[in-house]
T-cell receptor, first 116, second 112 residues
């Protein structure tokens, strides 16, 4: 298995531009998570999905952030418009999901976003 | 989720056992102890988890005290590649579908 796949690995954009981060979870996993990591705030949960349905988006910083999961094998995190304070590493993770016994999450390599 | 307390950093000599402590004095009866680590520039990696019995897998051992208020992650023969930030996380048994709450963790540095 290729693990969780994220693209792009690096993104540099100018303030005000739209940014779309992509994630392909591990096949068969039913839960998907988006995290953000900065030096100041550490690793933070932004949103998670179970069976493609958003369950908790309370970690999404503001309305500029949105996430979708149109099917079991793909999710996007969009920032529009982007701001310099959005610069961070964004991680996607997946897990077998509720009722599946295994509770560990598998993380992707992350997308390093720089907004200038 | 119960809060955890970990030392900010630790050193260990290569080839020796690395023992990473974690305090979770407010843990509830149905909460598991999880350990993850994050090697520089990589995503976090699951290591091990347990409820009350000691656990061992190919990566590490987890020792949980009888009162469950603290635990120790043991890397039996540390290598340079074990240098990473190690996170101790406590979460309910039914929380498999919930997000993880990461603290600051312990930065373990393996010395050659």
């Amino acid at each position: 298995d290729a693990g969780v796949i994220q693209s792009p690995r690096h993104e540099v954009t100018e303030m005000g531009q739209e940014v779309t981060l992509r994630c392909k979870p591990i096949s068969g996993h039913n839960s998907l998570f988006w995290y953000r990591q900065t030096m100041m705030r550490g690793l933070e949960l932004l949103i998670y999905f179970n069976n493609n349905v958003p369950i908790d988006d309370s970690g999404m910083p503001e309305d500029r952030f949105s996430a979708k999961m149109p099917n079991a094998s793909f999710s996007t995190l969009k920032i529009q418009p982007s701001e310099p304070r959005d610069s961070a590493v964004y991680f996607c993770a997946s897990s077998p999901g509720p009722g599946q016994g295994a509770l560990e999450q598998y993380f992707g390599p992350g997308t390093r976003l720089t907004v200038t | 989720d119960a809060k955890t307390t970990q030392p900010p950093s630790m050193d260990c000599a290569e080839g020796r056992a690395a023992n990473l402590p974690c305090n979770h004095s407010t843990i509830s009866g149905n909460e598991y102890v999880y350990w993850y680590r994050q090697i520089h520039s990589q995503g976090p990696q699951y290591i091990i988890h347990g409820l009350k019995n000691n656990e061992t897998n190919e990566m590490a051992s987890l020792i949980i005290t009888e009162d469950r208020k603290s635990s120790t992650l043991i890397l039996p023969h540390a290598t340079l590649r074990d240098t990473a930030v190690y996170y101790c996380i406590v979460r309910p048994a039914g929380g498999g579908a919930d997000g993880l709450t990461f603290g600051k963790g312990t930065h373990l540095i393996i010395q050659p």
